[in-house]
C-alpha cells in the first residue's frame, strides 16, 4: 500500500490520482501506524511551510516522517519541509537535506510557473527520462544547491530540482503535472 501524507497542504488528490493511474492501490492518511507500514511514502503538497509544519507538528508527523525507513517522495512543499529552515515564515523544517529555503529574488516573474528543465540529473528516478525533459513547476521559494542535490534547474538562479538522502527522495517539480515523464518518474519512484 502507498501512503499519501494527509496535512495542511494542497494537491494531494491529484497525486492520489496519478498513483492509482499507474495501477498502484494508495491511501491519503495522516495516522501514524498507516505510514510506518506503508510500502512507500509520498509527501506532496502546495501551500505554506509555517502552517503545514504546525500541522504536522501537533499530530506528532514531523517525528514519524522523519523516522521513516521505506522509500519517501517529497514533492514541491513536501521536498521543501525537508530541508532545514523555509524563509517562508521563518519555519524550521524537519532538516533531512542540509539546505535552506529560500524565496526568489523577484527579477523575473515569481512564481516560477510552467515548464522548465533540468541539469547535472543523478538519480535512479529519472531512469528512462530524457536528459532534456522538461518537467512542471509551480514554486516561490526554492531549495538550495546542496551535496544531496540529484538535479538542478536555473531560474533567476540556479535551485534544487530534485534531491535525495538515504531513503528519502524529493522533486521540487510536480510528476503528477508533468505528463508521461512525470509518470515515469512516479513509476520509477513506485516500483524501488
Not at 31 to 59: C, H, N, Q, W
Not at 68 to 77: E, K, N, R
Request: glycine share 6%.
Amino acid at each position: 500500500m502507498i501512503a499519501i501524507v494527509k496535512y495542511n497542504a494542497g494537491n494531494i488528490q491529484s497525486v492520489k490520482n496519478a498513483v492509482e493511474r499507474l495501477g498502484f492501490s494508495c491511501i491519503v492518511t495522516d495516522d501514524e501506524t498507516e505510514l510506518k507500514s506503508a510500502e512507500k511514502v509520498i509527501f506532496p503538497g502546495v501551500g505554506e511551510a509555517s502552517s503545514a509544519m504546525k500541522y504536522l507538528k501537533e499530530r506528532k508527523l514531523d517525528v514519524v516522517i522523519k523516522n521513516l525507513t521505506q522509500p519517501v517522495l517529497g514533492i514541491c512543499l513536501g521536498q521543501q519541509l525537508l530541508c532545514n529552515i523555509s524563509e517562508e515564515g521563518n519555519t524550521k523544517c524537519l532538516g533531512i537535506f542540509d539546505v535552506n529555503v529560500k524565496k526568489f529574488e523577484a527579477k523575473e516573474k515569481v512564481p516560477h510557473m510552467g515548464w522548465n528543465n533540468l541539469s547535472n540529473v543523478k538519480s535512479n528516478l529519472f531512469n528512462g527520462i530524457a536528459t532534456d525533459a522538461d518537467f512542471y513547476f509551480v514554486h516561490s521559494y526554492y531549495a538550495e544547491v546542496g551535496e544531496n542535490t540529484t538535479s538542478i534547474c536555473n531560474y533567476i538562479n540556479p535551485f534544487s530540482a530534485s534531491m535525495q538522502k538515504d531513503n528519502f527522495y524529493a522533486t521540487q517539480f510536480h510528476p503528477e503535472k508533468s505528463s508521461k515523464i512525470g509518470e515515469q518518474l512516479l513509476l520509477n519512484f513506485l516500483k524501488m
